[in-house]
């Protein structure tokens, strides 16, 4: 059976309550018993005895059967008078006639030891009278002779005032105990109350009511409890504050991380996951417990994670997934106690891509350079094996040839320098209010003569009051000279090149269109990329380095602008720059 902290304080209180009322009903009823008896044995003593010193005055020839009856009347008693050899002399409840019929009384206890000398007293049912009686005896000697008087009183009404003494005490025990159970019900209350408050506490507690502390009243083992209660509540208020900010600083380290994190448990599930992660693989919010067998199913990031899981060792490798075009550095770190694994995706695509280009253009610049050294080179041997000095006029066409490629390689490596110095990180322009028909201006005029030579006629339709921009001059000169340059040299003779500008919101499109062969629409999206070439036999030996396009974008990138083409092949070619106005 399962009391509550009040039941058991009450009932064990009850169960005080009712021994001690027990034990009080069964110590009184039995004491009070004895105690009337006794008083009773003792008033009928002194009785017997008056009745001894009325017969020790008698006559010898007075009637003892008159004065058992007068006597036992007064008395309310039956008094009996017994001669030495027990045979009954007066009784008066009997009739004088029937008094020698009665039975010889020496046998009877209270007779007996009466005879003996001292006061007898016995307690027994008399058959004669069918109750239970009380006799006393006490011995005689007069001038009747010598005898032994005996009083006998029923105790049916000690009985009486027995039973009514039981309910009274009954009564008094009864009452006694329900104010005990009373009392026991209040103090129980009392006690518990507390120590039920504390228990709710403890409970709110539990399920993370942290601020609350509980009421502390007194001095007592309870109010100690409480304070206990209180400083652990404090403890814990201080821990969960402190696992909420980490937890925060986490989740914010973790949202705020580029690479992707994820958490799985032994068997391969998510436990936790970071935007990053979730972002890469399309997890969906509610993915605690998704397997990550489920969220991707790359044959290598898997066979990666097996063996992590097999060797249970730290395991770093990149994965690429083809499907994304994306390369991740991963690392796989077991979990301490087996709990799991850490695992970090790192997206290394960019880093991969600047690898492969700075290979290819390791390799571009290789192969560019090549070629006029090895030219150089072979000239120059063949001079020395004897053309030099036995054939004038062929060593004067390898020393121009020679030059012609040293000139080339002079080109490649100012444009390469160019170039490099653009793409220094944190590289900036400084800039100036520039004319942008000064600057065209003074390019035509450098290429004047070229076209002229060429038999191209350059026209320049860029209007004087075109707005002023902000530019680095000489870099500005250089975008003109690079496009107007390849405009004249892929345009054939008789061909046109226009200069033109147009005003636009807050920026001025310069464009430069020529009537040459023009550009197939396949080439146009990798025409500003270093080293790409249209034809790359053909321009190689024009003298094209293939860098021009590439420093017209970067200079162009470094001023805030953009670079475009348009191109019919057949019909001509449009390069274009866009540049912010000056407001
Ligand atoms: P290059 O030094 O070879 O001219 P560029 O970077 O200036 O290198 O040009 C890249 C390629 O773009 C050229 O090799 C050529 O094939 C093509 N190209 C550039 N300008 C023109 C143009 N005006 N007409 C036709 N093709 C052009």
């Not at 009745?51 to 008159?66: F, M, Y």
């Not at 898997?302 to 063996?307: C, E, G």
Request: with cysteine.
């Amino acid at each position: 059976m399962n009391f509550s902290f009040r039941g058991k304080l009450f009932l064990s209180y009850s169960l005080l309550a009712l021994l001690m009322a027990g034990l009080f009903y069964v110590y009184s009823n039995h004491f009070l018993g004895q105690r009337l008896i006794e008083e009773t044995r003792t008033l009928l003593l002194s009785e017997a005895k008056v009745v001894q010193l009325q017969i020790e005055g008698l006559p010898a020839d007075a009637s003892l059967q008159k004065l058992a009856e007068r006597l036992g009347g007064a008395m309310h008693a039956r008094i009996t008078l017994i001669a030495s050899d027990g045979r009954v002399l007066a009784d008066s409840s009997v009739q004088a006639a029937q008094v020698a019929a009665l039975e010889n009384h020496l046998a009877r206890p209270e007779v007996h030891q009466a005879f003996s000398g001292s006061d007898g007293s016995a307690v027994r049912y008399s058959e004669t009278l069918r109750t239970l009686m009380l006799y006393v005896g006490v011995h005689y000697d007069g001038a009747v002779g010598k005898g032994v008087v005996r009083l006998a009183l029923p105790l049916d009404s000690l009985e009486k005032a027995r039973s009514t003494m039981h309910l009274g005490l009954g009564a008094l025990v009864g009452g006694v105990l329900l104010m005990a159970l009373l009392f026991s019900a209040i103090l129980s209350g009392l006690i518990s109350r507390p120590l039920r408050a504390m228990a709710d506490a403890a409970a709110r507690f539990g399920v993370g009511e942290w601020s609350l502390r509980v009421p502390i009243t007194g001095e007592d083992e309870g109010a100690y409890l409480g304070r206990v209660l209180n400083q652990m509540a404090d403890r814990i208020e201080q821990q969960m504050l402190h696992l909420k900010e980490e937890r925060h600083r986490l989740d914010t380290i973790l949202s705020s991380m580029g690479e992707g994190v994820v958490v799985l448990d032994p068997l391969g599930r998510i436990t936790l996951a970071n935007p990053a992660f979730r972002r890469i693989f399309e997890v969906p919010e509610d993915y605690v417990g998704i397997r990550l067998t489920e969220v991707c199913r790359n044959p290598d990031l898997l066979a990666v994670y097996q063996s992590h899981r097999d060797t249970g060792l730290e395991v770093g490798r990149n994965v690429t997934l083809p499907a994304a075009a994306i390369t991740f550095a991963t690392h796989w770190v077991p979990l301490g106690n087996q709990e799991g694994t850490v695992a970090v995706f790192h997206d290394i695509s960019d880093l991969k891509r600047l690898e492969a280009v700075r290979r290819d253009f390791v390799a571009n610049v290789s192969h560019e350079l090549r070629t006029p050294v090895t030219v150089i080179k072979g000239y120059a041997e063949t001079l020395l094996d004897g053309v030099l000095t036995s054939d004038h006029a062929t060593a004067t066409r390898f020393v121009t040839t020679i030059r012609s490629h040293a000139d080339r390689l002079a080109c490649l490596i100012a444009d390469l320098l160019a170039l490099s110095e653009l793409e220094v990180s944190g590289f900036s322009l400084e800039l100036a209010s520039v004319r942008l028909v000064d600057v065209a201006a003074a390019v035509s005029g450098l290429l004047e003569a070229k076209a002229a030579a060429k038999g191209v006629t350059v026209t320049n339709e860029i209007p004087v009051d075109v707005p002023v921009v902000a530019a680095n001059r000489q870099r500005l000169e250089q975008v003109f000279f690079n496009l107007l340059d390849n405009a004249i040299n892929y345009t054939p003779a008789g061909g046109k090149v226009r200069m033109s500008a147009d005003t636009g919101v807050a920026k001025l499109t310069v464009r430069i269109n020529d009537t040459g062969p023009g550009i197939a629409p396949e080439h146009l999206p990798r025409l500003f990329e270093r080293f790409y070439r249209v034809d790359p036999s053909r321009n190689r030996e024009g003298g094209g380095t293939g860098l021009g396009l590439a420093i017209v974008k970067h200079i162009m990138l470094l001023h805030g602008g953009t670079v475009g083409v348009e191109s019919t092949p057949g019909v001509g070619s449009t390069f274009s720059f866009t540049l912010p106005v000056q407001q």
